[in-house]
């Protein structure tokens, strides 16, 4: 589950990814985005997450990836605060121990990607907190990226040809293969 999280100052959101390790965590993500649809502040109709909801009982059986370039993490780093991206990434680990957290990494084509990556993997790696690669799938083939941005403009009501217009989303966020993902994460 993709969701927003709302900081405690509620001046700033981000991203996390949760991801269900077992049923007392599919029963933990289900409460959590429940109560948020219920009691949260909305932002375009998402929930946004009070950050003070993430608790280590509620994480429990729960996988957080740092969302990439969406996430806190990215945010102190885009900043230049590699302290605070540290600590933030600490905060993580402690909640979700060392098997539950992790700082994700995707390469879908956007400005400044491989800067990220270059002080994720060193935060990372002076933390001793695994990453992972993703791709934040929004279609199944490549070719599928045009229609995709048709459905997204219908939705959002702006038209592609439109000057205003800038897409959220690249033609490399498809479900790539396996040798695909080890190929664009050789390194």
């Not at 800067?115 to 490549?142: D, G, M, W």
Request: glycine share 6%.
């Amino acid at each position: 589950v993709d969701i927003k999280i709302l900081s405690e100052d509620e001046k700033s959101v981000f991203g996390l990814t949760l991801l269900a390790e077992d049923t007392e965590g599919y029963h933990h993500l289900s409460q959590l985005i429940s109560t948020a649809y219920l009691e949260a502040k909305r932002e375009n109709g998402i929930p946004l997450i009070p950050q003070a909801w993430l608790k280590k009982p509620l994480l429990s059986g729960v996988i957080v990836l740092s969302d990439a370039e969406n996430g806190e993490i990215a945010q102190a780093i885009k900043k230049d605060n590699f302290s605070q991206a540290k600590d933030i990434a600490l905060r993580y680990q402690s909640l979700c121990g060392k098997d539950g957290f992790f700082i994700e990494l995707q390469r879908i084509g956007r400005p400044g990607e491989n800067e990220y990556i270059a002080k994720a993997c060193e935060l990372a790696s002076e933390l001793n907190i695994p990453v992972v690669a993703t791709n934040n799938v929004r279609f199944l083939n490549q070719e599928d990226y045009e229609v995709h941005e048709i459905r997204v403009g219908i939705y959002e009501g702006y038209t592609l040809l439109g000057e205003s217009r800038k897409s959220k989303y690249t033609e490399q966020q498809y479900l790539r293969s396996e040798s695909e993902m080890c190929a664009l994460f050789s390194d």
